[in-house]
């Protein structure tokens, strides 16, 4: 009897170690899969303000640092177009009684104050909840003869699993970098970063300057459009976006 015990217990024990091993296989040799936990585990996990790095003048009171480059010892020059996404009649998409125009103004306007602290003039397609057009929306960064344009959105996607910050950009390279600059910075915030992409948007396409659009994140999914809602994120979006257009504007 006690051989038979004994031997069951060893068999037991060489099963959980042949999935153990398993396991680490799996992490170490499939890439992809491991690749798509660490997404999951970024896109799901809580965001704690005291894991951010500290850098281009983010504290974890949202407010503006000494950092060199959104202090106020360098100044940048310069012309940007910020675009909040939607307004007024133009809700963008709803969720759960979030409406993405108000997450992209708010957004908007917090790139604008840390912009102008950095000593950039900023142009705002709108300011408050108001519908302005595509066309006009273009027409206004066309006439301001501006360095660059950023439009801001939230994403949806009928898939609520999927998360993420995008960049897209139209035709142009230095759209593109602009683009991946501002991913950049929000990667080292540790801000949740999907992907950039080329994309034919019609404010992409229309302006004539280095142009990004970045959806800050999917408002379908719970998880971030909890973080979409909280002030202390929207402040962290702001600073990466402003941290990126102002690295990008050094170089450029
Ligand atoms: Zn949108």
Redesign the pocket.
Same mark, same amino acid.
């Given at each position: 009897m006690k051989k038979v015990l004994c031997t069951a217990a060893i068999v037991v024990l060489g099963a959980m170690l042949f999935m153990l091993f398993k396991n680490a296989v799996n992490l170490s040799g499939e890439g992809k899969k491991a690749e798509d936990t660490e997404k999951k585990r970024l896109s799901t996990r809580p965001f704690h303000l005291s894991e951010l790095t500290p850098q281009a003048g983010f504290t974890a009171e949202g407010g503006q640092g000494t950092d060199k480059i959104l202090g106020s010892d360098v100044k940048i020059s310069g012309t940007v177009v910020i675009d909040a &996404? =939607?307004g007024g009649k133009d809700m &963008?998409?709803s969720f759960d009684g979030t409406d993405?125009k108000d997450v992209?103004l708010l957004v908007a306007l917090g790139v604008k104050e840390r912009l102008e602290t950095a000593g950039v003039e900023v142009i705002l397609t709108r300011s408050s909840d108001e519908f302005v057009s595509l066309e006009d929306r273009a027409n206004l960064a066309n006439a301001s003869e501006a360095d660059c344009f950023v439009s801001i =959105?939230?994403n949806s996607f009928e898939d609520e699993t999927v998360s993420g910050l995008e960049g897209y950009w139209f035709k142009s390279e230095k759209g593109k970098s602009l683009s991946e600059s501002i991913l950049r910075q929000a990667g080292g915030n540790l801000i949740n970063v999907r992907k950039t992409k080329e994309e034919d948007y019609f404010v992409l396409r229309e302006t004539a300057m280095p142009a990004t659009l970045i959806e800050i994140g999917y408002l379908s999914n719970e998880n971030e459009r909890e973080m979409l809602k909280s002030s202390k994120y929207q402040s962290t979006v702001s600073a990466s976006i402003a941290e990126g257009i102002l690295d990008w504007l050094s170089c450029n």
């Open positions: &996404g =939607h &963008g998409c993405e992209n =959105h939230c």
